[in-house]
């Protein structure tokens, strides 16, 4: 007599199989939810890149007080090695470049954390050392008029009122169509991996989207600054460079 065994139903092939139809709910909610948190992590990102370019402007700001304590209280210098000298806010001398790295013991010092220069060449003999701030002390100004709505005082000595301005975020652009736009709402502005942008006309900062930046100050105090709340200054010698701080 043979002996019958009762064996478990298994289950059908596809019972427990996704359908298309719910394959294709389950991918919409995950880019829902990418979409969502995404921006937030970006922003958030955003803020602590402004918390640390804060940080590296006090250090930038202290170090300048420290080489003016040894140099009769001037500040470090700002203009380049043409003749006569030529100043642009998103350079420095080689001399003011050295004693700030010097002093502060990062070679870092002047590099904004939302700036990237790619490919950008930073040094040259004659015009000084790329950096990733407009630094403001020992301007070239004497080829700017007398007044004017983006003319402003560019300190030269610590003695000076400690409002005027020494150091601010590159919001940056020329006629030539050079742009620099280090915070947007989620970061910097970038082309080719690069901060340095050439657009075919001059494009404004807060025409990209710049939410503001930073701005130091002689007496060592930084604040942020809303776009909306900055003007417009000259940002070089020659004729058609500007900044907001």
């Excluded at 948190?37 to 804060?54: H, N, V």
């Excluded at 470049?97 to 002093?103: A, D, I, K, S």
Aim: net charge positive; with cysteine; charged share 15%.
């Amino acid at each position: 007599m043979s002996a019958c065994f009762n064996s478990p139903s298994l289950p059908k092939r596809n019972e427990f199989a996704f359908t298309l139809i719910e394959l294709l709910v389950v991918i919409a909610i995950i880019a829902i939810l990418a979409a969502l948190l995404l921006p937030a992590l970006s922003s958030a990102k955003e803020k602590a890149k402004r918390a640390a370019d804060k940080s590296n402007m006090r250090q930038t700001i202290l170090a300048a007080h420290m080489y003016g304590n040894e140099n009769r209280d001037s500040v470090p210098p700002g203009q380049d090695s043409q003749t006569p000298p030529q100043w642009h806010a998103v350079r420095i001398s080689h001399v003011g470049f050295t004693n700030l790295v010097r002093y502060t013991g990062n070679e870092k010092i002047l590099d904004c954390p939302n700036i990237r220069f790619g490919t950008q060449a930073r040094s040259n003999a004659l015009y000084g050392y790329l950096i990733g701030y407009n630094y403001l002390g020992g301007a070239v100004d004497s080829s700017w008029p007398s007044t004017g709505p983006d003319i402003w005082r560019s300190p030269k000595k610590l003695t000076e009122a400690g409002t005027n301005v020494i150091l601010a975020d590159a919001n940056h652009w020329g006629n030539d169509g050079f742009t620099i736009v280090p915070h947007t709402k989620n970061g910097p502005v970038l082309q080719n991996g690069s901060s340095f942008i050439r657009y075919g006309t001059a494009t404004t900062p807060k025409q990209v989207g710049a939410a503001g930046g930073n701005v130091g100050f002689l007496d060592g105090s930084v604040i942020w600054k809303q776009m909306q709340k900055m003007r417009t200054n000259r940002a070089s010698s020659y004729v058609y460079y500007f900044g907001n701080w």
